[in-house]
């Protein structure tokens, strides 16, 4: 690792060489090769973090004390397919727990195996002493948590509840369950531990008394119950109680969800408050935690009635939420800090294709942005009283940072930029779709004269949003590499936010008629085409789409729909056929116009009219989107006559776990644009 010498409180140590992977052959493998950090945590007690750190697929974890050199803490040397996640700390910082290998999305299912490994590889919970850095492997399962006191660890495994000693000896099944569970929350006393329990199509809350070995379920109602909280003083427990809106339902109905609280001495439940019919009507919570029970007896908890996700505060006895951010931006994260009277939140105030934290106090005043300037910081972390993010660039993948104080931030470990160093930002650019909504995209330019080949990146989701930089998720920071590669190759590249995605307000992420409900998102494609193919620094015939998964989906529809505009197209993991089973709720006339509807938006509902060559990239354990998906696809291209290629990807999942599959992936994606793109000598505009 190399790093940068900057004037900082912590600086990493560097990799030993025996963890260095051989220099890789080409240029995309030496980019993805680049070290991305994520999972963040820190310690309750001291200014102490931890990271996992993703080099080549080799996965790692680092520490890092304020004041001190950032040090790694494993040892693994090898691209085996198995991730890090689910870390965690004790109170003091002495010990931390993570889990490695199974898939953090799909925790009690079968682990994946993409490094075809003659012994399967397992999901295992594992306990690290700090002091002398040993490694205790408790036994399989996943969302490990530290009793307050830091003496002993629960977790859960495949419908079961397991503790152990910190100290030492066996773990012990406490419970089972039905269903999968976590995460975990201990009581204040270290006396009871809160389930979220998922059953499927609902999910409810238990509470399990460690003495007593006794479980009951808090409150069960029809519906999914979520983000359970204890109050301060332990004899409370709050949740958020939510339903799926029903086939047909109105955008203005409802009310969907509410704030329920349960008296533990009596199991009284009371809902306090429930969000009223219209905007806000339908739940809709952060990617992280939702609901969290403040020092001063509110609950704080997310609301868009304002058509934005923003965070609001309600007596812990009801009344009227008040807002505690507000503005025509969106929320993305937020916690309390560590006195439970001030907010941190992640939000795009100011500049919606980037992310900032910010700070408000909950009895008032203005909100602080600790993060300001052209960097991107998610997921604020306390470490004592010590705040981190993880912070990313136009030209550095994701790392941790120290925010200090007057918005100053100090990388805990950064990787110099490598291959990213020349890197450039995106323009902004704003479009119209034909029936006069606004399309967001960013533009990455070509060097060089005459008309250029170019590309039309369509994300995933579709609750996506891409950035001006490299993206927190490793999934998109790697779509950010090859967005740059193909730019510096010669092609311009599009980066298309298309309606249905996250960052630009309720109505644009509830748009009408998206998805299975007439595909409306792809007139925001088709728009991005047009404003390319009328451009005169780009050639009209050499125009391509690529994407993955909602992204994949979006390619293949445009390849069927509009092959006179796309000349070719890179389909990773899409949906192809969205025709689902009849849903419950509706008519049979309703069923079958349901099911016509979702013909017509699904890729070969135009596969009639597709000509455009396209590649077909899908792994074979993916848990999201079927590799029949794609193999459907292939068998209906090729009774038509029409020019494909496939790259199958024995045992990877949806989000490619190995760095050689993303090498390989992305490898074929060059080498089949360049050979269907670039042929064509490059043109002069027409003055």
Known sequence: MIFLLLPALLLAAPVQADLAPPVPPTPIARALAMPTAGGLVGAAGRPRFAWVENRAGVRNLWLADVGTPARRLTAYAQDDGQDLYDL?????????AYVRGGDAEYPDAAAPNPAHLAVPPVQRVHLRTLADDGDRVLGPGHAPAFSPSGDRLAWVARGALWMASVAGGDPVQLATFEGTAGPLAWSPDGTRLLLENDRGNHAVIALFDVAARTMR????????????VFSPDGRHVAFIRFATPP?????????YWSIRTIDLADDEAREIWAAPPGPGGRYAGTRG??????ANDELVFPWERSGWIHVQAIPATGGTPRALTAGAYEVEGFRLDRTGRALLYTANAGDADRRRVWRRSLTGGPATALTPGAAIHTAPTLG???VATIATDATHPAYPALVGPGGTTTPLAVQDAGPAAAYAIPRVLRLRAEDGAVVHAQYLRAPGPGRHPALIFLHGGPRRQMLLGFHPSRYYS?????????AAKGYDVLILNYRGGTGYGLAFRDAPGTGRDGASEYRDVRAAGLYLAGRADVDPRRIALWGGSWGGYLTALGLARDSALFAAGVDLHGVHDLVRAPAAGLSPPEQDAA????????PIGAIDRWRAPVLLIHGDDDRNVAVSQSILLSAMLKDRGVPHEALLLPDERHGFIRHESWVRAYQATIDFLDRRLRPAAPTTPEP
């Open 478 to 486: 790697n779509a950010w590499i090859l967005s740059q590669t193909m």
């Open 88 to 96: 965690t700390f004790d109170a003091p910082g002495d010990h931390v």
């Open 595 to 602: 099911r016509l509807l979702q013909w017509r938006s699904s």
């Open 384 to 386: 004592g009283d010590a």
């Open 247 to 255: 086939p047909g339902a109105t955008a203005d109905g409802g009310a």
């Open 289 to 294: 935690r939702n609901l969290y029970w403040a």
């Open 217 to 228: 379920y808090l409150d069960p109602g029809l519906g999914n119950d979520v983000d359970p």
